[in-house]
Antibody
Framework: EVQLVESGGGLQQPGRSLRLSCAAS????????MHWVRQAPGKGLEWVSG????????GYADSVKGRFTISRDNAKNSLYLQMNSLRTEDTALYYC???????????????WGQGTLVTVSS | EIVLTQSPGTLSLSPGERATLSCRASQSVSSSYLAWYQQKPGQAPRLLIYGASSRATGIPDRFSGSGSGTDFTLTISRLEPEDFAVYYC?????????FGPGTKVDIK
């Protein structure tokens, strides 16, 4: 069974940093691209970032480009999101999601974790 | 970036009725790389449709997708009680991948 468990969320002040992690199990992690998607309280979904299976391809939403960095450690079956220069508008539930397609950076999100909440406030 | 617009914002229907949800893109979506997701309160989203019309694994055949270019439709042929939820379209043909604002299907 595919499991994605996010961690690292919490309360942080504007301008500070936070690092999210996603622990994956139940599938061959290094065969799949991975993504982060966020959802502000009571709002819709926003794709944040994605990374291919071998880290060769990464992508970012315009709203986080230059501030957030996605990475992965295939030996540890883990996905990360380094969030710098946090803003109040980054407050959201952050989901880790597995790409649907084996070996491809497709952007379709076949499995999702339950999310970790990030609150940015002074 | 490609901007997606969904209509209507809310659709009020009764169980057994047909639901038709629309998603329009600000520019043509490459190779019909358009997906639909369902989200229920307190839950993570679930992939329903990819490639505009292909059902994801385990999705009932009452869900169908159609469209190409800039106009796409999700149809639920007969609403079941568990189908009342928010539905999002997403384009993944161009990075950054983007979602529409969602359509809420609620019970009339």
């Amino acid at each position: 069974e595919v499991q994605l468990v996010e961690s690292g969320g919490g309360l942080q002040q504007p301008g500070r940093s936070l690092r999210l992690s996603c622990a994956a199990s139940g599938f061959t992690f290094d065969d799949y691209a991975m993504h982060w998607v966020r959802q502000a309280p009571g709002k819709g979904l926003e794709w944040v970032s994605g990374i291919s299976w071998n880290s060769a391809t990464t992508g970012y939403a315009d709203s986080v480009k230059g501030r957030f960095t996605i990475s992965r450690d295939n030996a540890k079956n883990s996905l990360y999101l380094q969030m710098n220069s946090l803003r109040t508008e980054d407050t959201a539930l952050y989901y880790c999601a597995k790409d649907r397609l084996w070996g491809s950076y497709s952007g379709t999100l076949g499995y999702w974790g339950q999310g970790t909440l990030v609150t940015v406030s002074s | 970036e490609i901007v997606l617009t969904q209509s209507p914002g809310t659709l009020s229907l009764s169980p057994g009725e047909r639901a038709t949800l629309s998603c329009r893109a600000s520019q043509s979506v490459s190779s019909s790389y358009l997906a639909w997701y369902q989200q229920k309160p307190g839950q993570a989203p679930r992939l329903l449709i990819y490639g505009a019309s292909s059902r994801a694994t385990g999705i009932p055949d009452r869900f169908s997708g159609s469209g190409s270019g800039t106009d796409f439709t999700l149809t639920i042929s007969r609403l079941e009680p568990e189908d009342f939820a928010v539905y999002y379209c997403q384009q993944y043909g161009n990075s950054p991948f983007t979602f529409g604002p969602g359509t809420k299907v609620d019970i009339k």
